[in-house]
């Protein structure tokens, strides 16, 4: 299984992506579009995981890259690679396969539980996900669920939170599974304007950072999920 990430800032990385792959001995190769990298060749990877950024899918003019990654993540969908898209990579996703995407009502940043749907308990990847758990979100704009795919996930501030496509082998997650301490910290650093703002669904950077036992719940969901995808 040869993985491929695409990295939007140089502070929305892998994280704890890369420490399973490791533990599974999976090769790993990034591109990382702020750079101007060029993207691999379709037939390089296996599995391709779009990461986060705070720019909008619709932000073409000031990150023109965007045009070129859209019709890669739609060509390696079209290839039945397994794809993994989370929070800008979830709406890339949803963008592609013909959905809307825009402004959520709530711009939710920090730990807040997801629901899961009815039609998630036939899900090939998240069956047997707990109900309801606290997962980590940093997001102002949400997406439609794409004709086509299975609703998984909502919440409270966001009613489409994560969908499944093709059989489960293309999947998009508004919130995050891969933060851990580290990577929360970098984007705490790294959008303090944003947390500024006031909001129903935005939490104090303290507050965040001091719950370790959602950091350590978020890793073990987050190496289910990996494990059920790479093995379908």
């Known amino acids: 299984m040869r993985i491929h990430y695409l990295q939007h800032v140089h502070f929305e990385t892998p994280a704890n992506i890369l420490k399973w792959a490791d533990e599974k001995n999976l090769q790993v190769k990034g591109t990382r579009l702020f750079f101007n990298e060029k993207l691999p060749p379709i037939d390089d990877f296996d599995m391709l995981v779009v990461m986060g950024g705070p720019m909008g899918i619709y932000d073409e003019k000031e990150f023109p890259w965007l045009v070129e990654e859209k019709k890669f ?25 013909g959905a809307k995407v ?33 997962a980590f979100h940093w997001h102002g704009d949400t997406f439609d669920i ?27 997650l508004q919130f995050h599974l891969e933060t851990n301490e580290e990577s929360a910290k970098a984007l705490i650093q790294n959008s303090v304007e944003e947390l500024k703002e006031k909001g129903r669904f935005i939490q104090e950077p303290d507050y965040i950072l001091s719950k370790k036992e959602n950091f350590s719940q978020i890793e073990t969901l987050l190496y289910r999920m990996m494990d059920r995808l790479t093995a379908l």
Do not use: M, R
Not at 73 to 97: P, R, T, Y
Not at 159 to 168: K, L, P, R
């Open 146 to 172: 794409p004709e086509g795919a299975v609703h998984i996930f909502y919440s409270e501030g966001c009613n489409n939170q994560a969908f499944e496509y093709n059989n489960g082998n293309v999947v998009a």
């Open 73 to 97: 993540i739609e060509k390696a969908i079209s290839k039945n690679k397994k794809v993994l898209g989370i929070c800008l990579g979830a709406q890339l996703i949803a963008d592609v396969l």
């Open 102 to 134: 825009y402004k959520n009502k709530y711009k939710e940043i920090g730990w807040f539980p997801v629901f899961k749907t009815e039609e998630a308990k036939n899900s090939k990847i998240f069956y047997d996900f707990p109900d309801s758990f606290t």
